[in-house]
């Protein structure tokens, strides 16, 4: 990773990028003496290029923080003060400029059609839904009756995946875990959406799958999207879709879901074990880490795109980033920026961005994306109240929990 791109993202935990290239401007004009009249040409034609290269990768690394027009305002007053020096500079002001906002652009139509998504994937069935007596109406549709291969299905999952985390930037994934530090942050995490809406999204999918499993009416039927969903995390790992192979695990392994025994028991559930076993939380995720390892290689010398896809599991990034955070402190005990730290969180940081801008080579079906972000989904109540429908209390506690969450429904 570019000592330029560690500078750039650990900066931010010191200073503001606004106040990081202010006094970079500041700097460049009193030691270049910018403000000279006439300007030593030779001296700044030896200098223009280097700080030029800075402004450039700045823009294409973090182009968010050009958002702010005083970013935009020192970025251009620099130019035009070396731009007489050389014409060249003009032109490549102006291409860094259209490609900067042809990239802010394209992040703010990424972020409202996520805005538009997330408004209209809130619903969820109500719990009213589940009789007391009887098993539940049946939603209209079902994920079988609008996707029944898995591959097809581990494809558009992963559509959303890569569509999701684009708007992700590098600043994104360190606010999550600076925060509470950085006083710098703080505004500037008001205006991030961008990450919550990528754990929403897990968080839906997980929910999906248990309400998918919950909902059928007969046992076969259970059983069926039971092997369906094992099929499609089979295709997800293959694929190299970690996240979305983790929110399937988490869904079919939630309570609701897992206390169907008699339904598990009709199941072919050998490889559901083997991928578990995958994604083992044991020895600080050992194995899926393995996975990983051999995903991005797999990426790094890949023919194709589709060998070079590598979705990490998300929230386990995020942790590894927070505990890097907590187990080296910013500064030496010297006073001096512990630069090795900025440099392994650079390099995790970096990966994600270069693994985040793969194009997806799979068709997008439109019919399948629609019922993954609207598709109705039950909360954790109703996803109780269908299982104890689907195979009765086995326990005190269970049968004291469906006791109480019926009564609810008449509140």
């Known amino acids: 990773?570019?000592?330029?791109?560690?500078?750039?993202?650990?900066?931010?935990?010191?200073?503001?990028?606004?106040?990081?290239?202010?006094r970079l401007c500041d700097t460049c004009?009193?030691?270049?003496?910018?403000?000279?009249?006439?300007?030593?040409?030779?001296?700044?034609?030896?200098?223009?290029?280097?700080?030029?290269?800075?402004?450039?990768?700045?823009?294409?690394?973090?182009?968010?923080?050009?958002?702010?027009?005083?970013?935009?305002?020192?970025?251009?007053?620099?130019?035009?003060?070396?731009a007489p020096?050389?014409?060249?500079?003009?032109?490549?002001?102006?291409?860094?400029?259209?490609?900067?906002?042809?990239?802010?652009?394209?992040?703010?139509?990424?972020?409202?059609?996520?805005?538009?998504?997330?408004?209209?994937?809130?619903s969820s069935i109500s719990d009213k839904l589940v009789g007391f007596k009887t098993k539940p109406p049946p939603i209209q549709k079902d994920i079988l009756s609008i996707c029944n291969d898995p591959y097809t299905l581990a494809q558009q999952l992963t559509h959303v995946e890569l569509r999701e985390r684009e708007a992700l930037s590098g600043p994104d994934l360190q606010y999550s875990v600076f925060v509470s530090q950085q006083p710098c942050f703080s505004e500037q995490k008001k205006k991030t959406t961008n990450l919550e809406a990528y754990v929403r999204w897990f968080n839906r999918?997980?929910?999906?799958?248990?309400?998918?499993?919950?909902?059928?009416?007969?046992?076969?039927?259970?059983?069926?999207?039971?092997?369906f969903f094992i099929?499609?995390?089979?295709?997800?790992?293959?694929?190299?879709?970690?996240?979305?192979?983790?929110?399937i695990i988490s869904g079919m392994n939630m309570s609701p879901v897992s206390r169907l025994k008699?339904?598990?028991?009709?199941?072919?559930?050998?490889?559901?074990?083997?991928?578990?076993?995958?994604?083992?939380p044991t020895g600080n995720f050992y194995n899926y880490r393995t996975a990983l390892r051999g995903a991005v290689h797999r990426s790094q010398t890949a023919n194709s795109i589709r060998e070079k896809i590598v979705i990490p599991f998300f929230s386990l990034l995020i942790k590894d980033i927070y505990f890097l955070n907590e187990g080296c402190a910013n500064r030496l005990p010297n006073g001096h920026v512990h630069f090795a730290k900025f440099v392994e969180l650079a390099r995790q940081v970096g990966e994600f961005m270069t693994w985040k801008q793969i194009e997806c080579p799979f068709e997008t079906d439109r019919s399948i994306l629609h019922y993954l972000h609207t598709a109705p989904i039950f909360s954790e109540d109703g996803l109780y109240l269908a299982s104890y429908e689907s195979?009765?209390?086995?326990?005190?506690?269970?049968?004291?929990?469906?006791?109480?969450?019926?009564?609810?429904r008449y509140q």
């Open 29 to 82: 004009i009193k030691q270049q003496q910018l403000d000279q009249s006439p300007m030593d040409t030779a001296k700044v034609r030896k200098f223009g290029p280097k700080i030029l290269q800075l402004l450039t990768e700045w823009t294409e690394t973090f182009p968010t923080d050009f958002r702010e027009e005083k970013m935009v305002g020192l970025f251009k007053d620099i130019i035009h003060r070396i």
């Open 85 to 122: 020096c050389d014409e060249a500079y003009w032109k490549t002001l102006n291409q860094v400029l259209q490609t900067l906002n042809q990239k802010l652009a394209a992040i703010a139509q990424g972020e409202e059609s996520i805005v538009k998504v997330n408004a209209s994937s809130v």
């Open 231 to 247: 099929d499609v995390a089979r295709e997800c790992f293959n694929i190299g879709n970690f996240n979305s192979l983790m929110a």
């Open 391 to 408: 195979e009765s209390p086995e326990n005190q506690v269970e049968k004291d929990r469906w006791k109480a969450l019926r009564y609810d």
């Open 262 to 280: 008699k339904t598990w028991g009709k199941a072919k559930t050998a490889k559901f074990f083997i991928l578990e076993h995958q994604m083992d």
């Open 205 to 227: 999918l997980c929910y999906l799958v248990a309400t998918e499993i919950c909902m059928p009416a007969k046992k076969k039927q259970r059983a069926q999207v039971i092997e």
């Open 1 to 22: 990773m570019s000592y330029v791109f560690t500078f750039l993202l650990s900066a931010r935990l010191f200073i503001s990028p606004p106040e990081l290239l202010a």
